[in-house]
């Protein structure tokens, strides 16, 4: 043989044995694609959440118009987001004050401090509830009323809604993607509120009923017994 035979022989070799190699990567691959993800993998929890806020009335962040942020003498031009104001757009929708909500949506824009929050919804003669000072039983009240509340995250430079609070998670909505809902381990949210000034805010009126549960006929239950209607 050849040294140009050997060549070929050893061409057709390394072929022979990449194309094993990629037959069985690709086998690999084929079976991580179609493989079931494990239960822990799809596991969610089975929360009912306390404030069931709907799509419809969660208000999205907006930005303020720089000029009427300037009238407002701050010492700036550029706009700002507007995170205070949808989050009480949020609760005073959900809690039944949708002309309210639509109002103060158009007068109100930009960053606002607690001070500045009271003054406004006392303005208004809206009635609310507040905590500055990071008092858990506001948001433990707050959540199992229904009502939610505004609360302050990333070091006070952002507020979202908080519509759950249970013994182990905490739900919050954020006015910057309020299509869903983020989980967050209870003491770590309630940590991070502390720091954030510990500023929680609702108003004090009536959130809708909570939604009924599915209604069993007798049917559902074989076994039941029959009341028999008297004449």
């Not at 739900?171 to 869903?180: E, Y």
């Not at 381990?185 to 805010?201: I, K, M, N, P, Q």
């Not at 049917?219 to 009341?227: C, G, V």
Request: charged letters at 25%; glycine letters at 4%; a positive charge.
């Amino acid at each position: 043989m050849n040294d140009r035979a050997r060549l070929h022989l050893l061409i057709a070799v390394l072929l022979a044995a990449a194309a094993v190699e990629c037959g069985r990567l690709m086998h690999a691959v084929r079976a991580t694609l179609h493989a079931r993800p494990t239960a822990a993998a799809t596991a969610t929890p089975r929360v009912t959440v306390q404030a069931a806020i709907p799509l419809r009335d969660r208000v999205p962040n907006w930005n303020s118009d720089p000029r009427w942020t300037f009238r407002r003498a701050l010492p700036r031009f550029e706009p700002e987001g507007s995170c205070v104001h949808a989050t009480l757009c949020t609760l005073l929708n959900w809690q039944g004050r949708r002309a309210t909500a639509a109002w103060w949506r158009t007068h109100h824009a930009g960053g606002c401090s607690a001070p500045e929050a009271a003054a406004e919804l006392d303005r208004a003669r809206l009635k609310w509830a507040a905590t500055t000072d990071g008092d858990e039983r506001f948001l433990e009240w707050a959540t199992r009323t229904r009502r939610a509340c505004a609360v302050t995250v990333q070091a006070g430079q952002h507020m979202v809604v908080l519509a759950h609070l249970d013994d182990r998670r905490a739900g919050l909505i954020d006015p910057n993607a309020p299509d869903r809902i983020d989980w967050r381990d209870r003491a770590e949210f309630v940590h991070e509120w502390r720091a954030s000034t510990g500023w929680a805010v609702t108003f004090i009126y009536d959130p809708p009923p909570p939604a009924p549960q599915r209604s069993h006929s007798v049917r559902d239950f074989p076994h039941a017994t029959r009341t028999r209607r008297t004449p």
